[in-house]
């Protein structure tokens, strides 16, 4: 018999656990609408909205490193109201459900960005991208106050489940994830991307224009599913796990350390196919396992606690 995949996450039933994350899947998701069955895919996350358009940084803003890459994208996007009109209706076309993530500067931005959102229906979730820099170019997540007032302000006005995207860059990720949880998050996201750099030998000139950007793919997985790993043990709403899955079988690995569902970003931009080998390849290995949902994994990881040393 095949494994059910079907899930429920923030209070939606996704019919796998497989979602693109934010930024790495076309400019706005449906341009890719002719290379994969998008309807396959359990959630479509968006590239980040503001509320205004943004140009996002010069270039170069992409290189490539070991076992992954740095990007400084710079939130290039073409502002909420915008957005509202082709894109997000081609993408409700396409029958996955359709998170959009939202950035912002200051509280205001969330909320107005939200609030034009709200005008239309489809959209099943708001993911909040609080790794962006705020007005005094700090990283909303490392300014708490900011974080929880983000959430909060942003939770009353929305009308639909909010999910709070949080920075890996913390001294405590439990900590966070429980701020943005007594906020008012209805799930979280971990991680973003990894502040990091990389020098061209021909020139000793840094690869991005902005000197660093962040780190995603392959390489960061690792320190991700440790993300997610931390902060089930210490909170009750939902984990969208993120970082580094390229296969089915990290996809898996995030899901045993606590995410419900997961997004997958390089390795999509390697090649959209792969999301959909993702889904196939989950499947397969719960039906090896003999596993009839992919729900019994979560958290399953097994930790054998009289070998686990104080403090790990
Ligand atoms: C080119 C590029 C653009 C991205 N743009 C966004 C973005 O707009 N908003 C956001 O929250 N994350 C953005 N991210 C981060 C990804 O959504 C994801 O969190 C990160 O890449 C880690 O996942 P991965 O290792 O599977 O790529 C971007 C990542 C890349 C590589």
Redesign the pocket.
Same mark, same amino acid.
């Given at each position: 018999m095949k494994p059910d995949l079907s899930i429920e996450f923030v209070g939606i039933k996704f019919k796998n656990p497989v979602f693109t994350? &934010?930024?790495?899947f076309g400019y706005y998701g449906y341009e890719v609408v002719d290379l994969i069955p998008l309807e396959k895919l359990g959630a479509i996350v968006t /590239?980040?909205i503001t509320l205004e358009p943004r140009s996002g940084n010069a270039q170069p803003r992409?290189a490539e490193v070991t076992s992954g890459?740095l990007?400084t *994208?710079g939130?290039q996007n073409i502002g909420v109201k915008s957005f509202v009109k082709e894109p997000l209706s081609n993408l409700l076309k396409i029958g996955s459900p359709v998170i959009v &993530?939202v950035a912002g500067s200051s509280v205001n931005e969330y909320v107005e960005t939200v609030k034009i959102l709200n005008l239309y229906s489809g959209v099943s979730a708001i993911?909040l991208?609080l #790794?962006c820099p705020n007005l005094k170019k700090k990283i909303v997540c490392h300014d708490l106050p900011l974080m929880q007032d983000v959430v909060k302000s942003v939770k009353k006005v929305s009308n639909v489940p909010i999910i709070a /995207?949080l920075s890996p860059l913390v001294t405590d990720i439990s900590e966070l994830a429980v701020m943005a949880q007594s906020a008012g998050a209805d799930g979280i996201t971990l $991680?973003?991307?990894y502040p990091a750099m990389a020098i061209d030998l021909k020139t000793f000139k840094s690869k991005l224009s902005t000197v660093k950007g +962040?780190l #995603?793919?392959a390489c *960061?997985k690792p320190m991700s599913v440790r993300c997610v790993y931390d902060a089930y043990q210490d909170i009750k709403i939902p984990i969208l796990g993120? +970082? +580094? *899955?390229m296969t089915g079988e990290d996809a898996v690995e995030f899901m045993l350390a606590g995410a419900t569902v997961v &997004?997958? +970003? &390089? $390795?999509s931009?390697v090649s959209p196919e792969n999301l959909i080998k993702i889904i196939d390849e989950i499947e397969k290995i719960l039906k090896e396992k003999n596993i009839k949902s992919v729900k019994e994994i979560i958290g399953a990881v097994n930790i054998v606690k009289n070998i686990c040393q104080k403090g790990l």
């Open positions: 994350a &934010s930024g790495t /590239k980040t992409i890459m990007n *994208i939130l &993530s993911e991208n #790794s /995207k $991680a973003n991307t +962040g #995603s793919g *960061i993120c +970082g +580094g *899955i &997004s997958v +970003g &390089s $390795a931009l």
